[in-house]
Nanobody
Framework: QVQLVESGGGLVQAGGSLRLSCVAA????????IGWYRQAPGKQRELAAT???????TYADSVKGRFTISRDRIGTAVYLQMDSLKPEDTAVYYC?????????????????WGQGTQVTVSS
């Protein structure tokens, strides 16, 4: 199976920066897309930023120009550089991936979520 292991959350003042990391562990994987969603208290989970295996990025309008997503060469690790953070960026950030993982001699399609990492921005 596949686990997405996140790190890098924490508490920061408004205007500060944080860098989130997510690494896939377990089975060999081939992700079509990997990225970050976030869920603020009392709100639905929403897309923050994603990147495809081809390098195409998608950002929520609210983070464009402030967040930068990147991945390693083989696409099993993803990073989110968050600059100019605002209190409204406070949320649990979840790593998400879609693609295939090696199960025995075959490849199986799957969708994967990390456990989440808390980001708190104080005003």
């Amino acid at each position: 199976q596949v686990q997405l292991v996140e790190s890098g959350g924490g508490l920061v003042q408004a205007g500060g920066s944080l860098r989130l990391s997510c690494v896939a562990a377990g089975s060999t994987t081939s992700f079509n897309v990997i990225g970050w969603y976030r869920q603020a208290p009392g709100k639905q989970r929403e897309l923050a930023a994603t990147i495809t295996i081809g390098g195409m990025t998608t950002y929520a309008d609210s983070v464009k120009g402030r967040f930068t997503i990147s991945r390693d060469r083989i696409g099993t690790a993803v990073y989110l550089q968050m600059d100019s953070l605002k209190p409204e960026d406070t949320a649990v950030y979840y790593c998400h991936a879609e693609g295939y993982y090696r199960a025995g001699a075959s490849w199986t399609q799957g969708t994967f979520w990390g456990q989440g990492t808390q980001v708190t921005v104080s005003s």
